[in-house]
């Protein structure tokens, strides 16, 4: 599921990171799946897959973290437009 926030979420977010560091915010709000690991056995372990999350630059210079599949959305939106 791909969330997009409206420009006046972006900032409600990103104003909150206030503290004067320069660390990316991750504002995708995805998280990663779990899934079976088998072995030939047929034992079952639990292995977590994480997001792709990359950090991006916003036009005003901003730093967030992103999943690389909502890059690809917000680069496709930016083309089409």
């Not at 990663?32 to 639990?46: F, Q």
């Not at 210079?61 to 959305?73: C, P």
């Amino acid at each position: 599921m791909l969330i997009l926030l409206s420009e006046d979420q972006l900032y409600g977010v990103l104003s909150e990171n206030k503290g004067g560091n320069n660390m990316a915010v991750n504002i995708s709000g995805r998280k990663g799946n779990v899934k079976n690991i088998r072995s030939h056995a047929l034992n079952a372990t639990k292995k977590r897959q994480n997001v792709n999350l990359q950090v991006y630059r916003l036009e005003d210079g901003t730093k967030v973290r992103l999943s690389a599949k909502e890059i690809r959305t917000l680069k496709k939106n930016e083309k089409a437009a």
